[in-house]
């Protein structure tokens, strides 16, 4: 398998509380990667981190070779439920067509072309009917498709994404892992911080499994077995905070 991401020993704290430490490890193109591990194992840390908005201590990122800062117009990022204000007024139009200003600059109109290609995202999330609504109408799995329409928008060929699966229905999360084992098939590669155990052979190729540093990383059929799972979930100091 080809690598996409490759970090190389990175040490991240907040406030000189340490939060990663020592993660080497690499994601291949084109997968549906997993990032799993319990709460507070680092998980929104270390996708923070591939996408920069977080400054290590030390550590190395590379995308295709080159500082993840070059890649990041590539990258799709949807953040986790509770880092998003949904008070802002916004139709569902209107948020899906953020994704295009990736392209354009903030200060240049979208145009036509951008419209079609927010409303066929929408399309493709089943939302299209939804596109004059205000986002703070919708649930939360409705939510959750406009912004994977949004990061479909951007075009990116990246995409990541922090438990998108969290508290939405049935009926989203399959249509979200379809959408994904869709999108693979064209060539796009997924980074997922997934919260649940019991689907990431059904749902991924690819997995980490974290907790502070990398317990285990390859491919799911060859690391996603109960002993790497317990030493991740009930074995390693962070568990015992
Ligand atoms: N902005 C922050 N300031 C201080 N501590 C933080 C901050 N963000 C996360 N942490 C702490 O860092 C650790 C890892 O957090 P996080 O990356 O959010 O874990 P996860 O996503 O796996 O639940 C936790 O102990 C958390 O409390
Ligand atoms: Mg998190």
């Not at 997934?194 to 285990?216: C, G, M, P, R, S």
Request: hydrophobic fraction near 40%.
């Amino acid at each position: 398998m080809e690598t996409l991401i490759t970090i190389k020993d990175l040490n991240v704290a907040y406030q000189e509380k340490p939060a990663l430490w020592h993660v080497n490890m690499s994601i291949p193109v084109n997968s549906r990667t997993a990032i799993v591990g319990p709460n507070g194992a680092g998980k929104s840390t270390l996708i923070k981190s591939i996408m920069t908005l977080i400054k290590p201590i030390s550590g190395k990122i590379d995308i295709d070779g080159k500082d993840a800062r070059h890649a990041l117009k590539r990258i799709a990022y949807v953040p986790q439920k509770g880092e998003v204000n949904w008070d802002f007024p916004a139709t569902v139009l209107d948020v899906v067509l953020m994704g295009r200003y990736v392209h354009k600059g903030w200060f240049k109109r979208t145009n036509r072309q951008d419209a079609d290609i927010a409303l066929s995202a929408l399309k493709t999330m089943k939302m299209e009917t939804f596109r004059n609504r205000q986002i703070s109408e919708l649930s939360g799995g409705q939510r959750q498709r406009v912004f994977l329409a949004r990061a479909i928008a951007q075009d990116a060929d990246i995409y990541i994404m922090d438990e998108p699966l969290q508290g939405i229905d049935i009926t989203t999360e399959k249509l979200i892992i379809d959408v994904m084992k869709s999108l693979q098939q064209e060539g796009k590669t997924f980074i997922v911080v997934h919260h649940q155990l019991d689907t990431v052979e059904e749902y991924f190729d690819y997995a980490v499994i974290l907790n502070k540093t990398v317990i285990a990383e390859g491919s799911v059929e060859a690391i996603w077995n109960e002993s790497n799972i317990k030493q991740a979930y009930y074995e390693t100091s962070g568990a015992h905070e």
